[in-house]
């Protein structure tokens, strides 16, 4: 169907502006269908965001890995690239240099898609808050409201599903300007050397700075909670750098500032015992974040404690860290496998609010939401995406793979995908197991091609 010829279509609903309802508005009119796009910023601002720009990246600039072969999340970039996203087209344009990681500069991401959907015909963007579902005069919606869904919606949707839900709390990194990084003793190089070689700005650390840095983090004046939040445990995906160190004094030195891949020029060759990474967070390169250093500390702490880094004694912070609740639903309790809610197949849900964890999952998400939701306004059945892609799996987790009773955030990964078939052994000899780097090279393929077959066949009558 012609997306820009007319047509008395009734449109889908979608509430949020967020990576996943972007996504989701995107696919609906590439497919014909019509879409209103409900996003209360700047009507109303949420704890996290700083403008009123659709798909704002928040927590961090980095869309992950884009090993296509080696990395199940690179795998989800290469199938919803092939599914005609938005936000990898978007993503693509607007790359900076991270090695082997899809980084962006948030304004020209942001930017991009934004302009893609006001100036598309189909598209009705509405800057309002919304607070019933399905909103007044829709019939068909898609809830995207993210991780930061307003209080009123989420109390009705609470009464909607007859479940308290989850929550959980996720942190933000701080932001330095560049030209306040000193490189006399700070060195440009990617973990390993990859993508560029010189992706990241490192800071190093030996044992007695080390040593003292986790115990300035420990001993850090941190964020008080509200009486309502101190129960909400945290992502595991996404710890608080100080709550990190409390697990015991290693644990970062084998985590976000591991020093391997890495070797300090400032030096006789000796290894570090950690090392700081910066990654740049926009396309001038006049501003880069602190890897992994999501935090709950106060400010004035922030600025302390992170100054006594090598190399950034004299940091300029752009943006600080900082600390919001998530909230998301039960999905494997509450929602079909097409992503509509079982007690009101009206609503579907998309994003982070389905218990997705990560941009690019969320993303997904909001694809799958878009499509299923347009292929049903044109009175046709979607398939499901196969249960071997990326796609089939984070579906699968979110819809019923997931157990109800522990069900927690999850990134996509091979541990979500159906198992190999290896070849049986022959001749009465056992074949050698296939290697772990193998498997994954060997899954990635059988996923695109089954994706493949999919979108072949996933075409509107």
Known sequence: MDANAPNKIEPIHIVGGGLAGSE????????????????????????????????????SNSLRSDDVEYNAVGLLHEEMRRCGSLILKAADLHKVPAGGALAVDRDGFSQAVTEALASHPLVTI?????????????????VATGPLTSGALATVIAERTGDEGLAFF????????????????????????????????????????YGAFIQALLDGEKTSFKDWEKSTPYFEGCLPIEVMAERGPETLSFGP????????????????????????????????????????????????????????????????????????????????????LKADPRVRFAGQIT??????????????????????????????????TALGSLLGHITGGGNPSTYQPMNVNFGLFPPLIEPASQNGKKNKRMGARDRKAEMSRRALAALDVWLRAHLPA
């Open 170 to 209: 996720d942190a933000i990194a701080p932001i330095v300007y560049r030209d306040s990084i000193d490189m006399s003793k700070a060195w440009l190089q990617s973990r390993y050397d990859k993508g560029e070689g010189s992706d990241y700005i490192n800071c190093a650390m030996d044992a007695e700075q």
């Open 257 to 340: 500032m591991k020093p391997v891949g890495l070797t300090n020029p400032h030096t006789d060759g000796r290894r570090s015992k950690a090392v700081v990474q910066l990654r740049q967070d926009n396309a001038l390169g006049t501003l880069y974040n602190i890897v992994g250093f999501q935090t709950k500390l106060t400010h004035g702490e922030q600025k302390r404690i992170f100054r006594t880094i090598p190399g950034l004694e004299n940091a300029e912070f752009a943006r600080f860290g900082g600390l919001h609740r998530n909230t998301f639903i039960n999905g494997p309790k509450l929602l079909d496998p097409h992503l509509r």
């Open 24 to 59: 989701a508005a995107w696919q609906a009119v590439q497919l014909g269908v019509p879409v209103v796009l409900h996003e209360m910023r700047p009507v109303r601002q949420t704890d996290a965001h700083q403008t009123d720009g659709l798909a704002e990246l928040v927590c």
């Open 355 to 388: 218990g997705c964890e990560g941009y690019v999952e969320s993303a997904a998400v909001g694809l799958l939401a878009g499509r299923f939701a347009a292929f049903a306004r044109l009175g046709q059945n979607a398939a499901l995406p196969p249960a071997e």
């Open 126 to 142: 509405r800057r309002e808050e919304v607070t019933d579902l399905p909103p007044k005069d829709a019939v068909d919606v898609i």
